[in-house]
């Protein structure tokens, strides 16, 4: 979406790693005290995933992440060692948070291939208007996959996570005769693949969570045949 949602809180973290705080409170040896907590953590890889979105990988520093989720360098540094570790967290976090988990909310769906399609992708909208940073992330970690290598694999996972998903949909709806058993599953899941690619561009960028909601309802329509058609009462032979 185009608006940053707010960063998680630190509510009950000890928070003396973070930038702000009264300078004369002393500081314990070793790690740093704002690394502490489960909040902490999810306040940085936010941060994170909004500067890599914004700025790309080959400008986003740690330095640059720890002033955005305003926490010490140190504190950030406690958690992820560089930046290659924090960035594999934001692709293990987005991976397993929001990719298979909507996975498999529409993997229950058990009313068609339509229906779980859809429903995939409303889970994926619900996610988004919780935290628009995941859908940025995911659109931009794969452009910037482009251009690093070492980033390429794991970019991909999350695109064959989802192609395994359509393409064993398809393939179940052509045997249980609900589609063509001579639909070219491969090309309609690659088709479908690109759909939600621009579906995951537009929200991460794009659109308003209202225009998003709109569209996924639309492309749900358009799945199960009731988009196009003449209206109620019309002679399609009449012009």
């Not at 809180?9 to 409170?25: F, V």
């Not at 936010?46 to 504190?75: C, H, M, N, P, Q």
């Not at 995951?200 to 309802?217: I, N």
Request: charged share 25%; net charge negative; aromatic share 8%.
């Amino acid at each position: 979406m185009t608006g940053s949602a707010r960063p998680p809180d630190l509510a009950g973290d000890d928070d003396s790693g973070a930038l702000g705080c009264e300078p004369d409170r002393p500081r314990r040896r070793g790690r740093p005290p704002a690394a502490d907590g489960a909040q902490t953590r999810d306040r940085i890889l936010w941060a994170a995933r909004e500067t890599f979105s914004e700025l790309g990988y080959d400008k986003t520093s740690i330095t640059v992440i720890a002033d955005r989720s305003g926490l010490t360098r140190t504190a950030v540094s406690h958690y992820f060692s560089n930046k290659e570790a924090l960035y594999g967290a934001l692709f293990d976090a987005v991976r397993d948070g929001v990719v298979r988990a909507s996975l498999t909310t529409g993997a229950a769906e058990y009313r068609g291939v339509a229906r779980q399609i859809t429903a995939f992708v409303q889970a994926a909208a619900r996610m988004d208007s919780q935290d628009p940073s995941y859908a940025r992330f995911i659109a931009a970690s794969l452009l910037d996959s482009f251009r690093h290598p070492e980033l390429r694999e794991r970019a991909r996972d999350q695109l064959d996570d989802v192609r395994a998903f359509l393409a064993q949909s398809l393939t179940h709806a052509a045997q249980r005769g609900e589609i063509d058993a001579r639909t070219d599953v491969d090309a309609v899941t690659e088709m479908l693949v690109a759909a939600l690619w621009g579906m995951g561009l537009y929200a991460g960028y794009v659109g308003t969570q209202h225009q998003l909601e709109q569209v996924v309802d639309q492309f749900g329509r358009m799945l199960e045949g009731t988009l196009w058609g003449p209206a109620e009462g019309h002679d399609p032979q009449h012009i």
